[in-house]
T-cell receptor, first 116, second 108 residues
């Protein structure tokens, strides 16, 4: 079946511009995560949506970052007034509970963001 | 103190060697412990998981959890060049906390 999809796959933007990154999770998965990953910083948690609960925004690095999830499905991560340090791969994951086990996360291919 | 600590590497070992990857954590409430593997330019994928303390073996891979020390390990026996990837530990239940990941290179 279809996995997690993200768009665009690559985005080059000028410093100061706003960008929107999109994530389409696997149908039926209630949890959705955003991460960013760079060589120097590893995988960094950004935000977590679980069902209808208020999102856990504790990983957002500044108020320039925001995310929403519409109808419990598609999510958009918005970065306003982009800075060069925002350059990274942004990964989205949705998750389901394994039978008798933990939640397994399914990751999308990521959006590679370059701020020039 | 961060919730999950993992050495970023890189770790380079010769083919056939035993590899040991480790994480420490601070939250004693964690019950599920997972290892994800990420190949270059791909998203991470679940490799294996354990529940509470103890060992779990899957082929050449063994996951070990020591809750008393808050320390988890992944051992890879007879390492192969195809094992070259970033390995991320993860733990928790509905909300999963990841380590930063360790880059592993197996040298042919």
């Amino acid at each position: 079946g279809a996995g997690v999809s993200q768009s665009p796959s690559n985005k080059v933007t000028e410093k100061g511009k706003d960008v929107e990154l999109r994530c389409d999770p696997i149908s039926g998965h209630t949890a959705l995560y955003w991460y960013r990953q760079s060589l120097g910083q590893g995988l960094e948690f950004l935000i977590y949506f679980q069902g209808n609960s208020a999102p856990d925004k504790s990983g957002l690095p500044s108020d320039r970052f925001s995310a929403e999830r519409t109808g419990g499905s598609v999510s958009t991560l918005t970065i306003q007034r982009t800075q060069q340090e925002d350059s990274a791969v942004y990964l989205c994951a949705s998750s389901r509970r394994l039978a008798g086990g933990p939640y397994e996360q399914y990751f999308g291919p990521g959006t590679r963001l370059t701020v020039t | 103190q961060k919730e999950v600590e993992q050495d970023p590497g890189p770790l380079s070992v010769p083919e056939g060697a035993i590899v040991s990857l480790n994480c420490t954590y601070s939250n004693s409430a964690f019950q599920y412990f997972m290892w994800y593997r990420q190949y270059s330019r791909k998203g991470p994928e679940l490799l294996m998981y354990t529940y509470s303390s103890g060992n779990k073996e899957d082929g050449r891979f063994t996951a070990q959890v020591d809750k008393s020390s808050k320390y988890i390990s992944l051992f890879i026996r007879d390492s192969q060049p195809s094992d070259s990837a970033t390995y991320l530990c993860a733990m928790g239940d509905d909300k999963i906390i990841f380590g930063k990941g360790t880059r592993l290179h197996i040298l042919p």
